[in-house]
């Protein structure tokens, strides 16, 4: 497979392709006062999942290019506080966070510059290809969660 062919795969990965849920279609149309509701049984409201795939997305992008990124305390510094967001405001904040690390993720996979294969050099065998499996992977399994978590509150039409 060519590096192209690869960093394609991956950016579709990234993006939803496949058996991947894409995160425009797992938050469109939540309702604001469902944002912080827990459903019976269930841990997280909507709020928790979306600021804990932002946090680790960005610890992830972070720690990928940054050798002085310190990542927050886990588990603790990885969820929220509240249930809900903080101010209303806080739920677009943490989307439009979201989706610009998330193309920065994407950026960095496509740089040609990039060996994805070469060993994060501050890591302990981490390497980039590795990274972006890792958000992929995070990324699905917290946004089908939230479907699930949506599909309980009698919010999820898809």
């Known amino acids: 497979m060519s590096d192209e062919a690869l960093r394609d795969h991956l950016t579709y990965l990234l993006n939803g392709g496949g ?9 469109a149309d939540l309702p604001e006062e469902a ?3 827990k459903a019976p049984g269930l841990p997280h409201t909507a709020w928790h999942l979306l600021w804990h795939l932002r946090i680790c997305q960005w610890d992830i992008l972070e720690f990928s290019r940054n050798a002085a990124h310190v990542s927050p305390e886990f588990p603790d510094g990885l969820w929220p506080e509240n249930d809900a967001p903080p101010e209303p405001e806080d739920w677009d904040l943490t989307v439009d966070a979201f989706r610009d690390e998330h193309r920065q ?3 960095l996979v496509n740089d040609p510059s990039i060996d994805l294969f070469a060993k994060i050099p501050h890591g302990d065998g981490q390497t980039i290809l590795r990274e972006a499996l890792l958000v992929a992977d995070h990324n699905a399994y917290h946004l089908g969660q939230l479907v699930y978590l949506r599909r309980c509150l009698g919010e999820w039409d898809g």
């Open 19 to 27: 058996a991947h849920l894409d995160f425009e279609a797992a938050i």
């Open 35 to 37: 944002r912080g509701r």
């Open 105 to 107: 993720m994407v950026a």
